[in-house]
């Protein structure tokens, strides 16, 4: 195919545009969506995104196939990032689960409803790395771990994708952002990035190389630079790391208009620079700005750029095309009937209910209040969220209807035993615009205060629903402070002076600085943003119907100061002790290094009990590592069991904790298991700056335990 093109028509392949008129309805007649519609018939244009479901793909599909002189179909994408009509909680939500099947589950769900619909391609999984909570798309990745990280990222990849890429139910995956985008300084969104090459290996990298190495088809790069290159411009990233050592043969995709912003960075002094830099770095297909289009033929033919650049991104892309099965039957993933069948059906609402389960995090439980008794009970519903049937479907939400969502209220109503008073307290309002809108709670009305007090006064128990609306993580919504937006600190503080029996549902995107709360709430669940049936997920945990078993992605700070705050941070010479009387330790003068939850925290309505902690050699460089753990609590229930290491002294120093390990176990009460874990040369080792990956002897400290500040410890010997 590649020796029948035209060198502009191989250019055309490498060129995305937005969906940019209404397809079903008359064709542009003239300006600049003239020309694009005149390139698709030209064949100069080689996927689109924006434009879903199967009536509105097959006419732009038709255009192509039967109006462009070699017929080379688009390949359709679209960001279904946790779910296309259907929705599962956002995936930090997700992530907070730690079951790497039901992770697989809600993506091949998402992917079976957007390949109904036309759709072929995603652009997730997000794998980027995080320790910031400032930055508004942690909610779109999978936490601060690289462990973890890493096997949501192979999960989701295998979710998307199944096992044979040309199967109608089955869409192509695209791991981004390629690469230190969770590492913006301040959090900030598309800011720059400036770490060490050992950060970069140990941390960033993982969860890309296990995309890879899943068999992920295409990659996204990042809006950032990287220690002064911009990520888009890189070769090191692109053609060294993943075309190169990791031998990824699909294609990149930039971010949106990322080629030309290589000018924004000041790389570049023209489009037509940024056109060359790009494509020498390894950037295979340009989103959205038409750079290439405009300037790839003339560097050409100048002889700035060569032609094989071009063939290789060109092959690459029309082999992920093959492999969808397009190349065979453009029309493939075009079935009025299967879309009608299968978007929105109540197969998927079951499992993302399922899902939604598994993500609650219970932070706090004093006096045994939750779970809520199912009868006999005056409960007090209070919050701006509590009965918000939109927020609980989360950013990036596909093609979900709006409002679609089950809301708390209407959960709790699903236990006619006890009585319900719901009151708002305050409003939860949005700027005037459309869904993009910086989203705010009010600022200043109080007016609702009376009736949530009053409500309160009256109830044996108070639920309140508190947080982040949808549009209030996600990307270009990095926040400067953690804690409660608008009046509802005060409103929750109000109702504590007349009813402290108060469960708080935080609603959110990312981890929230609740300092108070903790302090003074009994009971405390992470609710995150759970998706299409998120108020029945919740009230049957609140009801204990379904025992929570989440476990924390990201660390939850105690204030905004701290950030970015994470458990496998490095130790320092003069490591802080509060118990020492010496001011010369690396802590603050006004408040704790410690977090307020740590990552891998998550109670249960039971108590597992950890016993008989075993390491033995069973390699030149492989351990077997064995604990017996026991339900001794009331209760059945699910326990992530967490395995931890520390690299004690080494040549480049190491974290103080890693997770290498981790398994989900459900245990009937009063039922033990022993679980064993295999630590081997991946697990003990690590890169150093120069990217050499090395396992070095000497002392190693373990840990198995609940969280990452929990568990029986021991040490074994690397000789």
């Excluded at 990032?81 to 907070?96: F, K, N, Q």
């Excluded at 993009?436 to 309160?456: E, L, M, Q, T």
């Excluded at 307020?596 to 249960?604: A, K, Q, R, T, V």
């Amino acid at each position: 195919m590649l020796s029948q093109m035209t060198l502009e028509e191989k250019i055309g392949q490498m060129n995305q545009y937005n969906g940019f008129w209404e397809v079903t309805g008359p064709p542009p007649s003239s300006g600049d969506d003239a020309t694009k519609y005149e390139n698709l018939k030209k064949g100069l244009v080689g996927s689109m995104l924006n434009v879903h479901g199967v009536e509105n793909v097959r006419k732009v599909q038709e255009l192509v196939v039967n109006q462009s002189r070699l017929g080379i179909p688009l390949i359709i994408g679209f960001d279904v990032v946790h779910g296309y009509r259907t929705m599962s909680p956002i995936p930090l939500a997700e992530a907070a689960s730690w079951d790497l099947e039901a992770i697989e589950h809600s993506a091949r769900i998402a992917a079976e409803e957007a390949s109904a619909s036309g759709v072929a391609w995603t652009f997730a999984p997000m794998v980027d790395i995080s320790r910031d909570a400032r930055w508004g798309r942690v909610m779109e990745g999978g936490g601060e771990d690289p462990y973890l990280g890493a096997k949501i990222a192979a999960a989701r990849v295998k979710g998307f994708q199944g096992d044979d890429l040309s199967a109608e139910n089955t869409i192509a995956a695209c791991a981004k952002h390629f690469a230190a985008y969770g590492f913006a300084e301040g959090g900030r969104d598309y800011n720059t990035v400036d770490i060490s090459h050992a950060t970069l290996y140990n941390h960033v990298f993982p969860p890309f190389q296990a995309a890879v190495d899943a068999g992920v088809s295409t990659i996204m790069n990042s809006f950032n630079e990287l220690n002064g290159t911009p990520a888009t411009a890189s070769s090191f990233l692109q053609r060294d790391i993943l075309k190169g050592l990791w031998g990824f043969e699909g294609f990149v995709v930039s971010d949106w208009a990322s080629i030309e912003e290589i000018v924004d960075h000041r790389n570049a002094t023209s489009r037509r620079e940024a056109a060359s830099i790009a494509i020498k770095a390894g950037s295979d297909m340009d989103m959205a700005s038409s750079t290439y289009l405009n300037n790839l033929k003339n560097l050409v033919e100048s002889g700035e750029v060569p032609e094989r650049l071009i063939d290789d991104a060109v092959c690459r892309i029309l082999q992920v095309k093959h492999d969808l099965g397009l190349l065979e039957d453009p029309f493939r993933y075009l079935d009025e009937d299967r879309e009608k069948n299968i978007v929105g059906c109540e197969a998927h609402q079951e499992a993302v209910l399922d899902m939604a389960q598994k993500s609650v995090v219970l932070l706090k439980n004093e006096q045994e209040l939750l779970p809520l008794p199912k009868e006999g009970k005056t409960i007090a519903l209070i919050g701006p969220l509590a009965d918000d049937k939109n927020s609980p479907l989360g950013n990036w939400r596909g093609r979900a209807i709006d409002s679609s969502a089950v809301s708390v209220l209407e959960g709790l109503n699903a236990y006619p035993g006890n009585h319900v008073l719901y009151a708002k307290g305050c409003e939860y309002l949005l700027e005037e615009g459309d869904y993009i809108a910086h989203p705010v709670i009010n600022i200043d009305d109080r007016s609702g205060f009376g009736k949530a007090v009053d409500a309160a006064e009256k109830a044996d128990v108070v639920v309140m629903v508190l947080g982040e609306g949808a549009n209030q993580s996600g990307e270009a919504r990095s926040r400067s402070s953690l804690g409660l937006l608008g009046v509802q600190q005060e409103l929750l503080e109000a109702v504590y002076q007349v009813n402290p029996n108060i469960v708080l549902v935080l609603m959110s995107g990312r981890p929230m600085a609740i300092t108070w709360a903790d302090e003074n709430i009994p009971a405390i669940l992470e609710a995150w943003l759970l998706g299409s049936q998120s108020g029945h997920a919740i009230a049957q945990v609140l009801h204990g119907d379904y025992n929570p078993s989440g476990k924390l992605p990201m660390t939850f700070p105690r204030t905004v100061g701290q950030v970015p705050l994470f458990y496998n941070h490095k130790i320092s010479a003069r490591p802080w002790d509060p118990e020492a009387d010496n001011v010369y330790l690396g802590g603050y003068v006004d408040g704790s290094v410690y977090p307020l939850y740590p990552f891998g925290h998550g109670l249960s309505y039971t108590h597992f009990e950890y016993d008989n902690l075993q390491v033995e050699k069973t390699g030149d460089q492989e351990f077997s590592v064995s604990i017996q753990l026991g339900n001794t609590g009331n209760y059945d229930g699910e326990e992530v069991v967490q395995l931890y290491i520390c690299d004690r002294v080494a040549s480049e120093t190491r974290p103080v904790k890693e997770l290498k390990g981790f398994k989900k176990v459900k245990l009937r009460k009063g039922e033990e298991c022993s679980i064993q874990f295999k630590l081997g040369e991946k697990e003990l080792g690590y890169y150093l700056n120069s990217g050499q990956f090395i396992v070095e002897p000497g002392t190693f400290d373990l840990w198995v335990g609940t969280s990452s500040m929990e568990g029986l410890h021991t040490q074994f010997e690397i000789k």
